[in-house]
């Protein structure tokens, strides 16, 4: 399946990552960490504030990781996952643009919103992810993963770039400080996200199933019964469990980088416009690259791709401990430019392969579920270990060790394409 070969219903499906990225670029890793610690949390010590931010994303993925399964099953049940990820959109949409009318010192107002954004962006992806196997089965779910987060990363970096040049310049555009610029920015994101979502609730069937529940009620009650059914399953396919297991350490890892890397280059003492300029190169990078990563898979397979991004991911996290001058930074922001798009498209496409259609939105329910809990753990270590160790370089010791031990349980996995030449062999 070639780029402008794809089809209608797949383009649709891709561009609402081209809509949810703004949220993930100029607010997730973007504007928010800095504007937490240097406005909504101003004279506050930034092992503090660190602390803060760390305990904000456990606590909103802790809340994602316990709803998503439930609301994954209720989805497959009742035949609504364009219905959920439209509801959730709308949260995570409308409390970005919440974020733009934030004052000065309230950051508790700040954590909650952003805290509701998380919550509306990561749900949202959980329903969206599962549509994914219905458009796009077997290796084509390869080709349309990297789709969507390559053209992810553009639309990103877009938006991120008008926002820079808002802040940067603001008399250039009529505004008159880069604080209003900035709570622009918030809102901009929420209008990108609304708008650009709309080829997917347009142009993309809702995945059939045979008979939904007549009532919600019932469909509660099934979706209950059907998640104890779908764990027991789960527990019973070594192969995917062990990729369940590979996936929650290794994602660990790279969700922290991604939550916390601007976070650690301001306590580094790093300029707020030298970080921001390298979230950009990220961006730019990781357009062209999640598409060769995609070529690399449908030769390889997904597996060995994945390893060589882990691979450079820990070799990213050992010079981040090293760095002293912003350059530094800059090319770090090239490495995981380079591989962060691959790590999450290939995730999800070699998942999508392992998975039932019928059930798709119930096991990216678990997928997300996983992921979830994992970021817990890394942002909580990493905001934890700087405040006790009063170091904020102690506290990414610990992504090496889930980025390796993730590894190695990945080199495990048997991908379904190797499964069915293995099985072939041995009738």
């Not at 597996?303 to 002293?324: E, F, N």
């Not at 380079?338 to 259609?357: D, E, I, N, T």
Request: hydrophobic share 50%.
């Amino acid at each position: 399946m070639k780029i402008f070969e794809t089809d209608r219903k797949v383009w649709s499906w891709a561009l609402y990552d081209f809509a949810n990225s703004a949220f993930a670029t100029t607010i997730m890793a973007g504007f928010f960490p800095v504007f937490f610690k240097e406005y909504w949390s101003a004279g506050v010590d930034s092992t503090v504030t660190t602390a803060r931010l760390g305990t904000l994303v456990s606590v909103g993925s802790l809340i994602i990781a316990v709803m998503s399964p439930f609301v994954g099953a209720l989805a497959d049940l009742r035949g609504n996952k364009k219905f959920f990820t439209f509801v959730f959109m709308m949260i995570g949409a409308l409390s970005s643009m919440g974020l733009g009318l934030v004052g000065a010192g309230l950051w508790w107002q700040a954590a909650l919103l952003y805290g509701l954004a998380m919550i509306g962006f990561n749900a949202s992806s959980t329903f969206y992810d599962s549509i994914l196997p219905s458009i796009a089965p077997g290796q084509e779910s390869i080709h349309a993963s990297s789709l969507g987060f390559s053209i992810g990363y553009l639309g990103g970096a877009l938006l991120f770039t008008l926002n820079v040049l808002m802040f940067l310049k603001p008399a250039l555009f009529g505004i008159p400080d880069g604080v209003t610029a900035v709570k622009l920015s918030f809102v901009s994101v929420g209008i990108w996200w609304l708008l650009f979502s709309i080829p997917l609730f347009k142009n993309v069937p809702e995945p059939r199933i045979e008979r939904a529940p007549a009532t919600w009620g019932v469909a509660l009650r099934q979706s209950t019964s059907q998640l104890k059914h779908t764990f027991k399953e789960l527990r019973s396919q070594r192969n995917l469990m062990i990729f369940i297991a590979s996936y929650w350490l290794y994602i660990d890892g790279v969700y922290t980088i991604m939550n916390m890397a601007v976070d650690y280059g301001i306590s580094l003492g790093f300029k707020s416009s030298d970080l921001i300029a390298a979230l950009l190169v990220v961006q730019f990078v990781g357009f062209p690259s999640t598409l060769a990563f995609s070529k690399l898979a449908h030769r390889f397979g997904s597996r060995t791709p994945i390893l060589i991004c882990l691979a450079a991911y820990a070799v990213g996290v050992v010079g981040a401990m090293m760095m002293s001058e912003v350059w530094h930074f800059y090319a770090l922001a090239g490495l995981i430019g380079l591989v962060q798009g691959g790590v999450q498209a290939l995730s999800r496409a070699m998942f999508s392969k392992m998975s039932p259609v019928e059930k798709s939105g119930e096991y990216f329910g678990f997928f997300n579920l996983i992921g979830k809990f994992a970021s817990i753990l890394g942002p909580l270590l990493v905001g934890l270990g700087t405040y006790f160790f009063h170091d904020h370089r102690m506290g990414w010791l610990g992504t090496l060790v889930l980025l390796g031990a993730g590894g190695a349980l990945l080199f495990m996995v048997v991908e379904p394409k190797e499964q069915a030449v293995r099985q072939k062999t041995s009738n």
